[in-house]
């Protein structure tokens, strides 16, 4: 174990940890533009320095493993100053329109610039300026926005595996762009919005079907319906509507979601979303009670079984049903009916 | 092997094949077959013999006559003279700037007098691309010795006692870095050699590569034996053709001559390296960025730690040294620890090799003891400013480097000196800047390039550089307030302290050095609007001087745009400051010297 | 390589290429060879004594050339210098040449006949 104080406590972490990580064991935030736990720190947005009493310069606290003895302060007078110093260069080269900026009330630079007071850059000289991507089918990527914090890069190549993504250029040119930056739709990108998920600013957006703003949904937890593997997600619900879905971090799925999960919530709110059993009376679909509707099933197998066997029923089972649902329907295709005619929509 | 009696080295190093060495090469051979003599002379292509400025080289043995700035048409000269009849071509010879005496022999000449050369020992001596060659200059003997007499930690052991420290820059004891790498855990390591030299100005890796690569293939092979790697790679920019091909000569020949393979002089001992071309990063120079490139990914720096010598390439025990470095290796081995912490200072063992540049007479490569002092560097080896000029600082370190005022000329050379006057030893470029030099230019030349050349990962390093960049811009131009000058050296500390790699740590020393050296020449651009260097155009006006103008209108019909009004032989001429583009035509033109730069 | 006495033999044979640029102590022989030397026949003699020397593999002897050294009636010249001593050799042909390389560079003998004090009598 190491021991070391920051703020004036004392603080024992295991040996590896970073002081980052010392510090939030004992509930002190350092604020971070880049950091995410499933990456390998990168250190690129410089924003957690902190001090450490006789080192030669302020270190980055989520890559600086934590030493015994260190002595550590997080808002000292020269980490503020760095910091302030930091948010007005990265403010001098990002636009000021949070008015009307979707990402407003969930942005991370927001955030710090209003926590350290920074209200307009002091610098006056070159912006960036790029066309938004708006290529692929459900997000769009605006490099102009972009803080170059790389967390879109690394979780794209380190934990989706996808490599989609990466940046071009160097120097004051750098942005995140795709091979040749012919565009999202011509990559390879899978649109799983785990780049989107990350994004502390506004350059990775989800493309919106209607207007809203983050202080107005509701955020309901739920488990996604659309595989069995059980990701964990947010809906964000405005009057009674789902209007985004948002990763959270569950067992199975640490905070990931694929294109489905993230971007088809659509049939939601659908009006022509089936919400109850039909049944075909006299050739037109008729609303009708489950008990009615099991029924009919039961009734209908039995009468085909008696008259070409079991053979003549198959069944097809669903990935939105859980593994145990889909043995359970195995299970009633062999042992209760007598027939190997049973099938699944994630073999094809 | 054929007996000669005469030798004529002819240089091929980059500075010196860029004046049609080549040719020259070509000419002897012809000129030589003209006179029936190919038999009895032999003409030699060797790496750089340092003395750029004075290129193309020739050297005559066994005189040592030593031919400078010779052109293809002074080649029959000297076969018919020096070759077949025996006397030296004086009027080719080299002349030393500072007495002015014509040098016969290349041990004569003042530039290599105060020189140690122990890193360059075979540049300019043999033939890089024959192996026999650098057998004969006791090539591999240290490897012979490495394999057959000592055991891995008795290498690391003599690294450690002779004080050798990174000559990339950081000034790393390497001896340490050998044991780091030694002692790490793991089955598979690598040994890697960083040749991505790329300080505007340094060529020092360059030469060693061109003009002795196998003293680079032997070292890495006895550091695979101390750390126990048997794979090197070389990471090479491919801006550096000639030494690329001549390094992967070496290897082959190496290999056909079963000194890298299996089994090493039958000590069962295997070594192999292969070449990795860089892709025209600077950022790549730094380690993390270097091995990132080597994967096949693209040139970003990483955290540390895991340090190189933990996780390197592919995330194994990696030692990483520099060019130069490696150079130092195969000597040590051979003359002993003792002998090379024998030279140089107390805390910066041997010598240095540094690229002269600038407002210098002998610009070019030379090897010096640490210690020497920048007066002596400057003066002595380096022959003095040209055209009797008044000294004003030295650039030394290259775009992370800082400038150094004549008051600390005395400072003998070595790693913390350096670096305790704001300035760095990096991989040893040393630029002569003369009263004629704007240090505010100066610096923002700098800036220029490490703006362009950030990789663009961490905040201060990408944008502070450009809004640094933006501020100098502002200053040169005349439109600075003292408000910018403090908001500069603020961003500057920001910077230094920040930033995630070397790069963007030291981006800002020419910046800091010359705000605490020349501030005078700062606050002159922003108060007074004046450039005192006469070098920002902004700041530059074109003045007649009435007194002395003849009224002939010689200005007034160069002028470009003309913007000189007078009357031919009646009236004064007068330039109109608002037109005027600063060219200068006027102030060449006029035969009467009345015209004047203010 | 297999061992380190082949990589011995290499250098031992490669020395005797490149220590022209080196060797600056030992027996330097120079062959006058200016106009009047190379008129008088100084080449064939020059040819001889770098044969001769290459032959019995003399490795501390350089055989180079010189210019006119003033004597051009007594050409071809060749003047073996030693330490501080000077031999001059006068008039000579090629047999001469390996005459002198056999005796005066190998064994230390003069070869009398042939000097410039010899002709001179």
Redesign the interface.
């Known amino acids: 174990m190491i021991t070391l104080k920051i703020n004036g406590f004392d603080v024992e972490v295991k040996e590896g940890a970073t002081i980052y990580h010392a510090a939030s064991s004992i509930g002190v935030k350092i604020p971070t533009l880049c950091y995410d736990e499933r990456l390998k720190p990168h250190g690129s947005c410089r924003i957690c320095v902190v001090e450490v009493e006789g080192a030669r310069s302020l270190m980055a606290s989520c890559s600086t493993p934590a030493a015994n003895g260190m002595v550590v302060h997080t808002e000292s007078e020269a980490v503020v100053t760095a910091r302030k110093e930091l948010l007005d260069l990265i403010l001098a080269n990002h636009p000021l329109d949070c008015l009307t900026c979707e990402k407003a009330g969930r942005c991370t630079l927001q955030d710090l610039c209003y926590q350290y007071d920074i209200e307009e850059s002091t610098f006056d000289g070159k912006r960036k300026s790029y066309e938004k991507d708006a290529s692929n089918e459900f997000y769009t990527a605006d490099q102009t926005k972009c803080i170059l914090c790389g967390k879109c890069v690394y979780v794209c190549s380190q934990v989706q595996n996808t490599d989609a993504i990466c940046f071009v250029d160097r120097g004051f040119e750098t942005h995140i762009g795709t091979p040749f930056d012919m565009g999202l739709s011509e990559s390879t990108c899978v649109s799983c919005g785990n780049c989107v998920a990350v994004c502390p600013v506004g350059a990775l957006m989800p493309k919106r079907k209607e207007k809203f703003r983050y202080w107005e949904v509701e955020k309901v937890k739920t488990t996604c319906s659309y595989c069995g593997v059980g990701c964990q997600m947010e809906l964000l619900v405005k009057d009674g509507k789902v209007v985004e879905v948002e990763p959270v971090k569950g067992h199975s799925n640490d905070g990931l979601l694929c294109v489905k999960g993230r971007f088809s919530y659509d049939f939601v709110n659908h009006p022509s979303r089936l919400k109850k059993p039909l049944v075909r009376k006299n050739g037109v679909l008729e609303e009708v009670t489950w008990d009615e509707a099991y029924e009919t099933i039961v009734d209908k197998i039995k009468e085909i079984k008696a008259a070409d066997g079991p053979d003549a029923i198959a069944a097809f089972s669903s990935a939105r049903g859980l593994t145990e649902e889909n043995y359970l329907m195995t299970k009633m295709m062999r042992a209760v009916i007598g027939t190997n005619n049973v099938d699944h929509c994630a073999r094809l | 092997?054929?007996?000669?009696?005469?030798?004529v080295?002819v240089c091929g190093g980059t500075g010196c094949v860029s004046s049609e060495s080549m040719k020259i090469i070509e000419s002897f051979e012809t000129e030589l077959a003209k006179h029936n003599i190919e038999k009895?002379i032999k003409v030699v292509k060797t790496g750089c013999f340092g003395l750029c400025e004075a290129g193309p080289i020739v050297i005559v043995?066994?005189?040592g006559a030593f031919y400078s700035m010779i052109k293809v048409s002074d080649v029959p000269l000297i076969v018919e003279e020096h070759l077949?009849?025996?006397?030296i071509v004086t009027d080719l010879l080299y002349k030393d700037h500072t007495t002015d005496e014509t040098m016969n022999s290349i041990d004569d000449v003042g530039f290599y007098k105060k020189q140690q050369r122990v890193a360059l020992r075979n540049c300019g001596?043999?033939n890089p691309e024959i192996i026999?060659?650098y057998?004969?200059?006791?090539?591999?003997?240290a490897l012979?010795k490495v394999l057959?007499e000592m055991t891995p930690d008795e290498v690391v052991d003599i690294i450690k006692r002779s004080g050798l420290r990174g000559r990339g820059g950081g000034g790393f004891p390497t001896g340490l870095k050998w044991e780091f790498t030694q002692k790490a855990p793991g089955d598979i390591k690598y040994v890697a050699c960083n040749a991505d030299e790329g300080d505007p100005g340094a060529f020092m890796d360059r030469s060693v590569l061109e003009g002795d690569p196998h003293a680079i293939v032997e070292a890495m092979t006895i550091a695979g034996y101390a750390v126990g790697a048997c794979k090197g790679f070389v990471y090479v920019r491919a801006e550096y053709p000639i030494a690329v091909k001549r390094l992967q000569i070496a290897i082959d020949q190496a290999k056909e001559?079963?000194?890298l393979g299996d089994d090493?002089?039958?000590t069962g001992y295997g070594f192999d390296m292969e070449i990795r071309l860089g892709a025209g990063a600077f950022v790549c120079g730094e380690e993390t960025a270097l091995i990132a490139s080597i994967e096949g990914k693209r040139g970003m720096p990483k955290v540390r730690p895991p340090f190189p010598a933990i996780k390197g390439i592919f995330d194994k025990p990696t030692l990483l040294n520099n060019v130069e470095t490696f150079a130092n290796i195969t000597q040590i081995i051979l003359k002993g620890a003792d002998w090379f912490a024998g030279i140089g200072t107390e805390k910066s063992k041997g010598t240095k090799v540094f690229a002269l540049a600038g407002k210098i007479n002998n610009t070019g490569l030379l090897e010096i003891p640490m210690g020497t002092t920048l007066r002596e560097t400057i003066y002595e080896v380096g022959g003095g400013i040209p055209n009797g000029k008044a000294f004003k600082a030295v650039q030394t370190g290259g775009p992370s480097g800082g400038c150094i005022p004549a008051e600390y000329l005395d400072t003998p050379i070595d790693y913390d000196n350096l670096i305790s006057l704001g300035s760095m030893m990096g991989s040893g470029g040393m630029i002569v800047l003369d009263e004629d030099n704007c240090m505010v230019d100066v610096a923002r030349f700098f800036l220029d390039f490490t703006e362009e050349e950030s990789c663009g990962k961490c905040t201060p390093c990408r944008e502070g550089t450009k809004r640094m960049h933006e501020l100098l811009d502002k200053i040169v131009e005349g439109k600075g307030t003292m408000d910018d000058v403090a908001k500069l050296e603020t961003l500057a500390k920001t910077i230094k302290g920040a930033s995630l790699c070397g790069l963007g740590q030291t981006a800002p020393n020419p910046v800091l050095s010359t705000l605490k050296y020349f501030r005078h020449e700062y606050e002159a651009h922003v108060n007074d609007k004046k450039c005192p260097a006469g070098v920002c155009q902004a700041l530059l006006q074109y003045l007649v001087i009435d007194d002395l103008c003849k009224k002939c209108g010689i200005c007034a019909a160069k002028c470009p745009v003309n913007c000189i009004s007078g009357v031919k032989g009646k009236e004064i001429y007068h330039i109109d400051q608002e037109r005027c583009i600063k060219c200068g035509a006027c102030l060449v033109a006029c035969p009467f010297k009345a015209i004047k730069k203010g | 390589?297999?061992?380190?006495a082949e990589?011995e033999a290499?250098?031992k044979?490669?020395?005797?290429?490149?220590k022209?640029?080196?060797?600056?102590d030992g027996i330097?022989v120079v062959v006058?060879?200016?106009?009047c030397g190379?008129a008088a026949g100084a080449r064939p003699v020059?040819?001889a004594l770098?044969e001769e020397?290459?032959k019995r593999q003399l490795k501390n002897v350089?055989?180079?050339?010189?210019?006119?050294i003033g004597a051009c009636r007594l050409e071809p010249m060749v003047e073996v210098y030693q330490g501080d001593e000077k031999v001059t050799y006068v008039k000579l042909t090629p047999e001469d040449a390996r005459k002198i390389v056999a005796e005066h560079l190998v064994n230390g003998h003069i070869v009398k006949e042939c000097t410039i004090g010899a002709y001179e009598k």
């Not at chain 2, 077949?84 to 006397?87: A, E, N, Q, T």
């Not at chain 2, 057998?135 to 003997?141: H, R, S």
């Not at chain 3, 006058?32 to 106009?35: D, E, R």
Request: hydrophobic fraction near 40%; glycine fraction near 8%.
């Open positions: 092997m054929d007996l000669y009696r005469s030798h080295l009895e043995y066994p005189e077949l009849k025996g006397r001596v043999i026999e060659e057998i004969a200059y006791d090539g591999y003997q012979a057959t001559n079963g000194l090493i002089f039958g | 390589m297999k061992s380190i990589l290499i250098r044979k490669a020395q005797d290429s490149v022209l640029r080196s060797e600056r330097r006058g060879m200016a106009t190379i020059m040819m770098v020397v290459s350089v055989v180079t050339q010189t210019g006119c």
